[in-house]
């Protein structure tokens, strides 16, 4: 079985401050990927990231950064000086080893205000 | 290169009609996804194609079929639309699940289908 859990429901910040989105997750593999995607007002769903179970190197590109930590089972995601295009819907998703099915979070709202 | 595309983008179902959704991908890919979306429940997948000429149940099945046509196109059909079934759906391929950065999945821009 596998579980992704987004517990901020919605984050509300105003532009330039940075903001961590979290992500724990649940499986039983050793292997394991973990993505992230943005779905803005327009309702697509762009690729962020995929990560695997044996890279713990974190990721810089640009303004996001992520977090991938095994100890504690989370994949955070942060976004520095927020702006107000990057308010979107942002979703954690998971896929172990030995399924074709991944698993997505509920979501976390980003609000960036002016 | 158009990616992933759907059609339509929106409908509106009587309790009990029919329809299907169609989906295409042209990025050569061999796996293709159907899921729903709703308020608060993320995405849930409904059916999935690994390959051309098979296609397996997901998280929500219940009231839909699929048909994978060819490689390129892989479509949903809601035999009998309950409001339950109001919802987005999304399509999205990859080119191999599995297989390292060849899983990445991408998206088509949703179908958003209200049943009254």
């Known amino acids: 079985a596998q579980k992704v859990t987004q517990a901020q429901t919605e984050i509300s910040v105003v532009e330039k401050e940075d903001v961590t989105l979290d992500c724990v997750y649940e499986?039983?593999?050793?292997?394991?990927?973990l993505f992230w995607y943005k779905q803005p007002p327009s309702g697509e769903l762009v690729f962020l990231i995929r990560?695997?179970?044996?890279?713990?190197q974190n990721e810089i590109s640009g303004r996001y950064s992520w977090n991938f930590q095994k100890s504690t089972s989370s994949f955070n995601f942060t976004i520095t000086a927020s702006q107000v295009v990057d308010s979107a819907v942002y979703f954690c998703?998971?896929?172990?080893?030995?399924?074709?099915?991944?698993?997505f979070g509920r979501g976390t709202s980003l609000i960036v205000h002016p | 290169n158009a990616g992933v595309t759907q059609t339509p983008k929106f409908q509106v179902l009587k309790t009990g009609q029919s329809m299907t959704l169609q989906c295409a991908q042209d990025?050569?890919?061999?796996?293709m996804y159907w899921y729903r979306q709703d308020p608060g429940m993320g995405l849930r997948l409904i059916y999935y194609?690994?390959?051309?000429?098979?296609?397996d149940k997901g998280e929500v099945p219940n009231g839909y079929n699929v048909s994978r046509l060819n490689k390129r196109e892989f479509s949903l059909r809601l035999e009998s639309a309950a409001p339950s079934q109001t919802s987005v759906y999304f399509c999205?391929?990859?080119?191999?699940?599995?297989?390292?950065?060849?899983?990445?999945?991408?998206f088509g821009p949703g179908t958003r289908l209200l049943v009254l």
């Open positions: 999205a391929s990859s080119e191999a699940p599995g297989q390292g950065a060849r899983e990445t999945q991408y």
């Open positions: 499986t039983r593999d050793t292997t394991y990927y």
């Open positions: 990560r695997n179970s044996f890279d713990e």
């Open positions: 998703a998971l896929r172990s080893g030995g399924s074709y099915i991944p698993t």
């Open positions: 990025m050569n890919h061999n796996s």
């Open positions: 194609s690994a390959s051309e000429g098979t296609t």
